[in-house]
Nanobody, 122 residues
Framework: QLQLVESGGGSVQPGGSLRLSCAAS????????IGWFRQAPGRERERVSC????????KYADSVKGRFTISRDNRKNTVYLQMNSLKPEDTGVYYC???????????????WGLGTQVTVSS
């Protein structure tokens, strides 16, 4: 069973940066398309980004294009999300999970982790 653990969240000021990590256990991540999702208080979970198994295809929500970069290191069994120029509206709990690269949607497989909190405020 695919198990993913998110880390790297924290509290930063607007304009700051964070790098989130999504580490897989129990399986080799090479063959999985993995995405990042986030959920702000009072809002539904939304798509952030999605990366194909090889890293050749990357998708981003319009709200984060130009600011966030998704990447992966299959040798380390880890997917990353580099977040720059953070805005208060980026605040939320960030989760990683398998995604459908065509849309960035949740693939409906795997196990949701506890997520990692990102707080952007002045």
């Amino acid at each position: 069973q695919l198990q993913l653990v998110e880390s790297g969240g924290g509290s930063v000021q607007p304009g700051g940066s964070l790098r989130l990590s999504c580490a897989a256990s129990g399986v080799t991540l090479d063959y999985y398309t993995i995405g990042w999702f986030r959920q702000a208080p009072g809002r539904e979970r939304e798509r952030v980004s999605c990366i194909s198994s090889s890293g050749s295809i990357r998708k981003y929500a319009d709200s984060v294009k130009g600011r966030f970069t998704i990447s992966r290191d299959n040798r380390k069994n880890t997917v990353y999300l580099q977040m720059n120029s953070l805005k208060p509206e980026d605040t939320g709990v960030y989760y990683c999970a398998p995604c459908v690269v065509a849309t960035g949607s949740y693939a409906g497989i795997g196990h949701w982790g506890l997520g990692t909190q990102v707080t952007v405020s002045s």
